[in-house]
């Protein structure tokens, strides 16, 4: 009973998928109408190279331009983070409590509040239009929940390797990527899987600061078909929407192992 109660979940949740899914194989001309079961009475591919040449931009540049500015950014969160986790959770410095205080409270702010002051700067660099800001902030560890995510597992790590290392001349720059990076893969590739993520899926922020349609992303270019005018391909955004899941799908099926490792060892004593 309890795996058939799951299952019976699993299907309500992945039914839009489903229907999406479907929906991108149907002709146009039943999309809307009497046919609303997941079966289409008659499949069409047509929606996925329609869609894939139909805007003035190839939907190939969307993909990479996502992909580029995701793995882009994920690096630097990653390294950003893991250096700012290091030394809250293996370093002694004035202020440490407080300064780790401060960082847990910026996970409060919303992203609004800080998005006027943030373009006004962007703008006065001449960032707008371009991928700068999207890109680099990930390098100045603007993300809180990765850092907290860290500083729990490094906590975990036991100390007398770096009194070990410590002894054996290490500075502590070299016990950070010698020692603490090696055994911290779980929890960097549950940061690196998430920022990819949410990186990939991200809309509103290359919405305000990307304006041509050479730059844009995925989540830009699904926009796209959606006219104002009222005119909207649905075929075409439903199979660029089942596209755009898939590099999702197939990073968290090759390295899911490590996202639930790190998860679920973050904060235990070893």
């Known amino acids: ?29 039943e999309l809307f109408g009497g046919e609303s079961g997941l079966i289409p009475s008659q499949v069409t591919l047509s929606a996925y190279p329609d869609g894939w040449f139909g805007l003035q931009v190839n939907f190939g540049r969307f993909f990479a331009n996502s992909m580029f500015i995701s793995v882009v950014a994920t690096i630097g969160n990653v390294l950003a983070a893991s250096l700012v986790a290091y030394a809250f959770a293996r370093l002694r410095f004035a202020g440490q409590n407080f300064w780790f205080a401060l960082m847990l409270g910026t996970l409060m702010l919303p992203y609004h509040v800080t998005l006027i002051p943030q373009y006004v700067l962007f703008r006065e660099l001449g960032w ?23 500083v729990q597992f490094f906590r975990g790590i036991p100390r007398e390797l770096d009194e070990a290392a410590r002894m054996d001349g290490c500075s502590a720059w070299r016990i950070y990527y010698k020692i603490i990076l090696p055994l911290s893969m779980p929890v960097l590739a549950t940061a690196a899987i998430f920022s990819f993520i949410w990186t990939w899926e991200d ?56 996202l639930i490792e790190g998860i679920a060892t973050t904060g235990m004593k070893r």
């Not at 839009?16 to 001309?29: C, D, E, N």
């Not at 707008?128 to 860290?150: Q, S």
């Not at 041509?212 to 909207?232: A, H, K, P, W």
Request: overall charge neutral; some cysteine; glycine content about 4%.
């Open 128 to 150: 707008v239009n371009t991928w700068w800001p999207l890109i680099v902030p990930k390098y100045f560890a603007v993300d809180a929940f990765f850092i907290f995510l860290m």
């Open 203 to 258: 809309f509103f922020g290359p919405l305000i600061y990307i304006s041509e349609m050479e730059n844009y992303t995925v989540q830009l270019g699904l926009r796209s078909f959606i006219d104002s005018s009222g005119t909207s391909s649905w075929n075409e955004l439903f199979a660029m929407s089942i596209l755009s899941l898939v590099p999702i799908f197939l990073i968290f099926l090759f390295f899911q192992r490590l």
């Open 1 to 29: 009973m309890r795996h058939a109660l799951l299952i019976a979940v699993c299907i309500v949740m992945i039914y839009p998928i489903l229907w999406m899914l479907s929906g991108s194989l149907r002709p146009a001309s």
